[in-house]
């Protein structure tokens, strides 16, 4: 069973910095894509940024270009979300997934796999 743990959420102050860590373990063989999503209170999970396993250009949603950054270490099986010059409307819970199709990006509903998600909270 492929597993996803996240780690980095906490408290910053609007302006700050936060990275986020995700790392896959067991088949990790069935993945070629992953990707970082946020729900914040009372909105739907949204789509933040996607990368592959193979390299090229990550994808990301219109609303954290410029100052979200997604990077990968294939040998140690993680992905990063580097999140700078954050603002309160980025408060939220953030999600590490996983998805197996070959199309890129792939569509929301195509990442299968899921972590349990990280807090964070951006105080003005």
């Known amino acids: 069973q492929l597993q996803l743990v996240e780690s980095g959420g906490g408290v910053v102050q609007a302006g700050g910095s936060l990275r986020l860590s995700c790392t896959a373990s067991g088949p990790t063989y069935k993945t070629t894509v992953m990707g970082w999503f946020r729900q914040a209170p009372g909105k739907e999970r949204e789509f933040i940024a996607g990368i592959r396993w193979s390299g090229g250009s990550p994808h990301y949603a219109d609303s954290v270009k410029g100052h979200f950054t997604i990077s990968r270490d294939n040998a140690m099986n993680t992905v990063y979300l580097q999140m700078d010059s954050l603002k309160p409307e980025d408060t939220a819970v953030y999600y590490c997934?996983?998805?197996?199709?070959?199309?890129?990006?792939?569509?929301?509903?195509?990442?299968?796999?899921w972590g349990q998600g990280t807090q964070v909270t951006v105080s003005s």
């Open positions: 997934a996983a998805s197996g199709v070959l199309a890129w990006p792939p569509r929301p509903y195509e990442y299968d796999y």
